[in-house]
């Protein structure tokens, strides 16, 4: 069944990019040539991108792969991310380790790309695997000394530990419902259904066990999301290690986390909702709040994106956090225009773009040999390189949600969906949590608002303290302006990306619907025998 | 032919825009000192059109006169351009709701065609003259533009048919003035100038814009004429079925009917509008900025501060007829602030030695006339108004472009103490000025005498219809109007129901208002002249910012100078004496129809009022004559005199020594020093001398209320708006800059303080131990296991 042909030819695109990460593996160690392989990484993803472009989206739910319009936007995002971080690194590697790290990115942006269609506990937990080990690697090898190894083993370790907790929720999930499987088809029942049957109006016995599963399943892909209190990590590790790397931890993990948690909380568990809201709720408010005023102080841009990007989970949370509580109270029905997950996949493409562009502007203008991280570094950069500075104050400025770019729009959509609840919902005892929810991030953008505009200001309004003269990598700007144009045209025109968001926030919500009688006509535990 | 009419009203305003963008955008760098040349062509082909159109009003009245034997036949023409604003079931009135509909809307009446002809002639004039005088100026393209704006906004002020558009022009005007007041805004006092003239006019919009809302909630309208059903702005031009979907607040329909609110409301919106026309036309109490707007270049002060912007309020007036035609209060107040403004002005402009400010103080008081005229609230009084605006922007243009030509020769000095004699130096400049001042003067054949003296003229009416009236109640022993059909012709309704009590008050004061007019005739011929003596007659004269090549002005600004002086000389002759300007003019939809209709018409010759007036005029020609054609010792007495000099000798020292030493005091004083009584005739004298310095105290304020200066410090106007307004307001402002520093301030840096202190605690948790973070994620893990296990249950 796993191994069906027509599954081969939707994971076409994974398929390709990971056979090709193990040819530029092999194929350098015999010969080491930076440019080539760089080349050939950038033409794998093209191949790739057709591949996911003719393949890639027929709407198809597999026992194991769910191929449906979330995942598919999210692939997308992904296999950019992908090629942009490919972009950036490329210039600046040496020779004989440029195959590894290219082939490692790879390997991250394809593990990234199974999570978000991945229908099945295992396969997401293979892809999730299949980031983190790669980033160990990168991290290790992309820059040598001490600080580089100490944020490798810092990651190494956290990351273990997390994937430790997912696994130990992904077992109480089993345990309870049998099966591996998120959502079944066509009579085969998958967690979903199972759920539903054994909670049935009343939680006791083993459903009992399914908010257990719900904070150890947030515990680890928090992680992953550098979600409070999860987040300690996230910092250090950026401060420690290149642009480059740090833009793939900022962006990579997290699409993965949010789109493994969209698909077990959201779609997979749609009976534990009424205690799962609660839990993304706070846990919201604590990252965004947590981000923003830790990054108030941080003068090392690595340091502060690294809040940033936590920050921004806190955002996303937001849409997570709607969609589990329409789940609970059916608000969803009334307001179907401002989904929570179609927020999350909205704001989620906006942050990449503007994180990874953020973080493309520092590595073009760093060298091996110098690192371009604080702020001082950074100050009167207008004056140096007018094109760099302007780029960076285009991706501040949408991270910060000024309009008419995209991060604008990006928190519009978070916003107005958690608003929509609050408007829609008939539930009195809902209304002032997403109150709470709404102004805590309204007050948080106001904050972030601070510490970006002060990048903007020390490399418009400061003198040059930098006097090394750096020479943009052509990469590195190219990379920047793919972001650059991505986040201003999302911002004069986001009809197109919310269209997709909206077909996403769709496809989340029309998973299939429950079997009838299934909770009378069979236990959970052997109904998942007899499907096998 | 209507299409033609329908593309001149759009070329009108159309051109000199074009000329203004054409000059803004290839002025600063290709065409340079050649700037002028798109806003000259603009006008001038402005001015075409306009005499075109004036023209074709002509023709159409005549046509319109033919078919309706009895009384002007009013004309109007109203042509759209496209829809601005439309907003449906806007304003519930009287059961019917009114569609807030704006358009822009052109109209074309005998009004119109008579402004437009002299905006435009005097822009051409102006223009022409200022390529001379502007030259070699660092923002040549800049003052071009900014004209050619000006012609634009104010050509579509007398064109607009609806209240807003008029308003929008109005206040572009009011740019355009402000932009050039403060044109060479690199001298502080000409920056300081254009912020006063705007700041001050806009007191005036301000009452302008309650005016208007006042209107659209009485009327449910702004526009002037009606909208028919299908669309169209006349009965001519509307389908027979059609009918007036929202009848206008000045159209014919409306007038005819006399359709109008009386009472209070009447005159709110008189009385508004009317603070509206004060501060554009710089009446009392709004006049306060027009002679500091002389800091703008000379033909500026022509055309915009003395020919055209600043007769706005009296069009406006003169516009609004039907609507103070309701309230005869309020016709009574604009009579009565005309005639105070004129009054004052002329008082103020004895005594000042700056040449453009006196013209200006001319301007407000030839202004005031114009009002006064319009206040009579008879036709004769209306037409005299806006007849007096027509003469007066000759007249003023070239008075002002004749200052200019004296200030472009002397270096731009234009104080009247620093030179003299100039009329061997400046011949033309001598000779056009004369025949500006003989106009301003109101000395016959000049057209500023025909016009000024209609305006005293339906005063001295008005005041006859007045007491007509009153004799006729009496005879019939009536407290109320005639009963209809009875000998007396018959008033206008808003008047006639006026009591005898009322009715003798507004005689009263008619009367008073003329007196006041005469003796302003005065005064203009006296410091007319003065001015015109102390710069031209005496020895000559020259500062030496001149240096020593003073010299008449080139071709391109006498040439100007001398088409004005032409026009100056003769323009109101041939129109008074044909009557064609009147004739034409009652043709205008709120002059031909309606309760002015009932009123007096223009066109009697007063032999005993023009014999008064210019009896007076001639007095202060020869006064002045008299005492400044040669250098007069009388000149310095006077002066002295009305300064009250002869208060502060009562008070000093030595005037009291003089009364010790006097002869009989002395003897008295004396001969009770010899009795031993000394000590008493001393104590008396004391006394007395303590009651005189008791007594003296009111005398020293009045000697620092002297007339002359008063009249010096024009009235302490500046002076007690600085101290009643200007102070308070800042003193405001100071507090809440204060408060805004450090309360609103205090606050907004508290909100910022707080997450930067709750980012610094938990910062410090971001220790660096990897154990301990390992621990923060499991603890956290744990807490919120246990709470959903707390909560779940």
């Known amino acids: ?120 506990l295992v396969l997401m937990f293979l892809g999730l695997e299949l980031i983190s080990i790669p980033t160990y690697v990168l991290l290790y090898v992309a820059r040598p000394g001490r600080e580089a190894a100490e944020a490798t083993a810092k990651y190494f370790f956290l990351s273990i530990l997390s994937s430790a907790l997912l696994l130990y929720g992904f077992s109480f999930l089993y345990g309870l419902a049998g099966t591996t499987t998120l959502v079944g088809e066509g009579g085969v029942l998958g967690i979903q259904q199972q759920l539903v049957g054994a909670t049935g109006g009343s939680a006791t016995g083993l459903a009992a066990l399914a908010p257990l599963a719900i904070v150890l399943i947030f515990a680890g892909l928090g992680f992953k999301i550098a979600a409070v209190p999860f987040h300690f990590y996230a910092p250090d590790v950026y401060q420690g290690t290149t642009n480059t790397n740090a833009g793939l931890l900022a962006v990579l993990p ?137 780029l960076m104050a285009v991706f501040m400025f949408s991270l910060a949600g000024v309009p008419p770019l995209a991060g604008f729009w990006g928190k519009l959509t978070l916003f107005m969906s958690a608003v929509g609840v609050v408007t829609y919902s008939t539930n009195a005892a809902i209304t002032p949590w997403f109150v709470v929810l709404v102004v805590a991030g309204a007050l948080n953008a106001a904050i972030a608002a601070a510490y970006y505009l002060r990048v903007v200001s020390a490399m418009y309004f400061r003198p040059v303290t930098n006097a090394a003269p750096q020479v943009p990598s052509p990469g590195g700007i190219g990379a920047a302006l793919i972001c650059a144009v991505v986040v201003i045209v999302i911002g004069i025109s986001p009809r197109a990306l919310m269209t997709a968001a909206r077909a996403a926030d769709e496809a989340a919500r029309t998973a299939p619907s429950l079997p009838v009688n299934v909770a009378t006509d069979v236990s959970p535990a052997s109904a998942a025998m007899a499907q096998r | 032919m209507q299409d033609r009419i329908d593309i001149l009203m759009m070329l009108a305003p159309g051109l000199p825009l074009l000329g203004a963008i054409l000059t803004a955008v290839l002025g600063p760098k290709l065409l340079r000192s050649q700037s002028h040349w798109p ?160 700041l001050v006019t806009r007191i005036g919009d301000f009452g302008f814009m309650l005016g208007l809302f006042l209107i659209w909630t009485t009327y449910g309208s702004l526009n002037y004429h009606d909208v028919y059903s299908d669309g169209a702005f006349s009965a001519s031009t509307a389908a027979a079925d059609a009918t007036i979907a929202a009848q206008g607040v000045l159209s014919p329909s409306r007038i005819v009917e006399n359709n109008y609110v009386l009472g209070g409301t009447a005159l709110a919106i008189c009385l508004l509008l009317m603070l509206g026309a004060c501060g554009k036309s710089a009446q009392f109490p709004l006049h306060v900025w027009l002679p500091d707007a002389m800091e703008g270049p000379s033909p500026v002060s022509a055309l915009i501060h003395a020919a055209t912007m600043v007769t706005a309020g009296v069009y406006m007036v003169a516009r609004c007829t039907p609507l103070y035609m309701a309230s005869p209060t309020a016709q009574l107040v604009v009579a009565a602030i005309g005639a105070f403004t004129a009054l004052l002005a002329g008082l103020i402009a004895l005594t000042q030695f700056d040449l453009k400010r006196i013209l200006a103080y001319s301007t407000i008081s030839q202004l005031g006339y ?25 007249f003023k243009a070239l008075l002002f472009l004749s200052a200019g030509s004296v200030m472009h020769a002397m270096g731009n000095v234009i104080d009247i103490r620093r030179f003299g004699g100039l009329r061997k130096l400046l011949p033309i400049t001598y000779a056009t000025f004369l025949v500006g001042c003989l106009a301003l003067s109101g000395l016959p054949p000049f057209s500023g005498f025909w016009s000024k003296d209609a305006a005293i003229a339906s005063i001295h009416d008005r005041v006859h219809a007045l007491e007509h009236e009153l004799e006729h109640r009496q005879a019939a022993n009536q407290d109320e109007a005639h009963v209809p059909g009875s000998a007396a012709a018959a008033l206008p309704a808003p008047l006639a129901a006026l009591s005898v009590a009322q009715l003798s008050t507004y005689a009263n004061v008619y009367q008073w208002l003329y007196y006041s007019a005469m003796f302003t005739a005065f005064l203009t011929a006296f410091y007319t002249f003065r001015a015109f003596l102390m710069t031209f007659h005496g020895e000559l004269r020259v500062p030496h910012e001149a240096g020593d090549h003073a010299h008449e002005a080139p071709p391109s600004m006498y040439v100007p100078l001398v088409i004005l002086a032409i ?227």
């Open chain 1, 1 to 120: 069944m796993f191994a069906n042909s027509e599954t081969l030819i939707r994971l076409m695109p994974e398929i390709i990019l990971v056979a090709l990460a193990t040819w530029i593996f092999i194929g350098g160690t015999f010969w080491a040539n930076r440019a080539f392989w760089s080349t050939l990484a950038m033409l794998t993803y093209l191949v790739a991108a057709i591949a996911l472009y003719r393949h890639g989206n027929a709407p198809l739910v597999m026992s194991v792969v769910t191929i449906d319009y979330l995942g598919y936007t999210l692939r997308w995002l992904a296999l950019l991310s992908g090629a942009v971080l490919t972009l950036m690194a490329s210039y600046h590697l040496r020779d004989q380790l440029a195959s590894e790290a290219l082939g490692l990115i790879m390997l991250a942006a394809t593990g990234t790309m199974l999570v978000a269609c991945a229908g099945d």
């Open chain 1, 254 to 390: 997290k699409i993965a986390g949010l789109v493994a948690l969209v698909r077990i909380a959201v779609i997979a568990m749609p009976a534990i909702a009424a205690y799962a809201w609660h839990l993304s709720l706070i846990i919201a408010v604590l990252t965004m709040t947590i981000g923003n005023v830790c990054a108030l102080w941080q003068t090392n841009l690595r340091r502060m994106l690294g809040y940033s990007s936590i920050a921004h989970a806190g955002y996303m949370l937001i849409g997570l956090t709607v969609a589990l509580g329409a789940n609970a109270f059916g608000s969803g029905e009334v307001n179907p225009g401002y989904g929570g997950v179609g927020a999350l996949v909205f704001y989620l493409v906006v942050y990449v773009f503007a994180t990874l562009g953020a973080f493309a502007v520092l590595a073009q203008l760093s060298t091996p040999e110098q690192d371009v991280a604080t702020l001082d570094e950074v100050a009167g950069l207008n004056k140096i390189h007018p094109t760099s500075a302007a």
């Open chain 2, 39 to 198: 806003v000259i062509v603009g006008t001038i082909g402005a001015l075409i059109c306009s005499l075109l159109l004036l023209l074709h009003v002509a023709d159409a009245q005549q046509a319109a006169d033919l078919e309706s034997p009895a009384g002007a036949a009013p004309y109007e023409h109203v042509v759209k351009l496209w829809t601005w604003m439309d907003i449906q079931n806007a304003y519930e009135l009287g059961g019917t709701s009114h569609n807030f509909t704006i358009d822009i809307v052109l109209r074309l009446d005998a009004l119109t065609a008579i402004m437009l002809c002299m905006v435009t002639l005097i822009s051409s004039l102006v223009a022409i003259y200022s390529a001379g005088y502007m030259h070699g100026d660092r923002g040549y393209w800049r003052f071009f533009s900014y004209i050619g704006l000006f012609v634009f906004s104010m050509t579509m002020l007398v064109s607009a048919s609806n209240f807003i558009l008029l308003f929008v022009f109005w206040e572009a005007v009011g740019l355009c003035s402000y932009l050039l007041i403060g044109y060479w805004y690199e001298k502080p006092i000409a920056a300081a100038a254009g912020k006063k003239a705007f």
């Open chain 2, 370 to 394: 114009m009002f006064l005229g319009l206040g009579a609230g008879t036709l004769a009084g209306i037409s005299a108004g806006m007849f007096h605006l027509f003469t007066h922007a000759f």
């Open chain 2, 567 to 793: 026009f100056a000389a003769f323009a109101g002759l041939v129109l008074a004496l044909s009557h064609s300007f009147d004739n034409f003019l009652l043709h205008a939809p709120s002059l031909a129809l309606g309760w002015v209709t009932l009123t007096e018409l223009p066109g009697k010759f007063h032999a005993s009022v023009a014999a008064i007036s210019i009896l007076l005029a001639l007095a202060g020609t020869i006064a002045a004559c008299y005492l400044y054609l040669y250098e007069r010792d009388q000149v310095s007495f006077l002066k002295r005199f009305f300064n009250f000099e002869w208060l502060n000798q009562v008070t000093e020292g030595a005037f009291v020594r003089l009364l010790k030493n006097w002869g009989p005091v002395a003897a008295i004083h004396n001969g009770a020093k010899r009795i031993g009584l000394g000590w008493l005739t001393a104590l008396v004298g004391d006394i007395f001398l303590l009651l005189v310095l008791i007594l003296s105290i009111p005398l020293l304020i009045g000697s620092y209320l002297s007339p002359y200066r008063l009249s010096f410090r024009k009235f302490y106007f500046d002076e007690i708006y600085n101290l009643l307004i200007v102070r308070p307001l800042r003193g405001i402002a100071q507090l809440f800059y204060w408060l805004d520093r450090n309360a609103v301030d205090g606050l907004v840096n508290a909100c910022g303080y707080i997450p930067t202190r709750f980012g610094n605690l938990m910062r410090s948790l971001q220790m660096g131990l990897m154990p301990f973070y390992a621990l923060a994620m499991v603890l956290g893990m744990i807490v919120l296991l246990a709470a959903r296990m707390l909560w779940a249950n």
